[in-house]
């Protein structure tokens, strides 16, 4: 049974950085799309970044370009999203998903698997 666990939220000053984990378990996730979404108080779920798990090819959010990076370690089954620069509007519950196809990665509903979610607090 695949298994998301994200770690690494907290709080953090406006312009600080955070490190986000998140833990892949239950299978084997080479031909798999790894996103990162979050999702505010009062506000739909949307797409912050995506990572190809066997290329590497990523894709990221207009909001978040520039400040945020998605990375993966294969060995460990671990996807990471660095947030640099961050400001109040990134305050939410990030969350970890993973799908099995490449296409419609900037949809939550395409995507299968889910994490729990951690919170990030961005103080001004």
């Known amino acids: 049974q695949v298994q998301l666990v994200e770690s690494g939220g907290g709080l953090v000053q406006a312009g600080g950085s955070l490190r986000l984990s998140c833990a892949a378990s239950?299978?084997?996730?080479?031909?798999?799309?790894m996103g990162w979404f979050r999702q505010a108080p009062g506000k739909e779920r949307e797409f912050v970044s995506v990572?190809?798990?066997?290329?590497?090819?990523?894709s990221y959010a207009d909001s978040v370009k520039g400040r945020f990076t998605i990375s993966r370690d294969s060995a460990k089954n671990m996807v990471y999203l660095q947030m640099n620069s961050l400001k109040p509007e990134d305050t939410a519950v990030y969350y970890c998903?993973?799908?099995?196809?490449?296409?419609?990665?900037?949809?939550?509903?395409?995507?299968?698997?889910w994490g729990q979610g951690t919170q990030v607090t961005v103080s001004s």
């Open positions: 998903a993973a799908k099995n196809e490449p296409t419609y990665f900037r949809d939550p509903g395409r995507y299968g698997y």
């Open positions: 239950g299978r084997t996730f080479s031909d798999y799309v």
């Open positions: 990572i190809n798990w066997s290329g590497g090819s990523t």
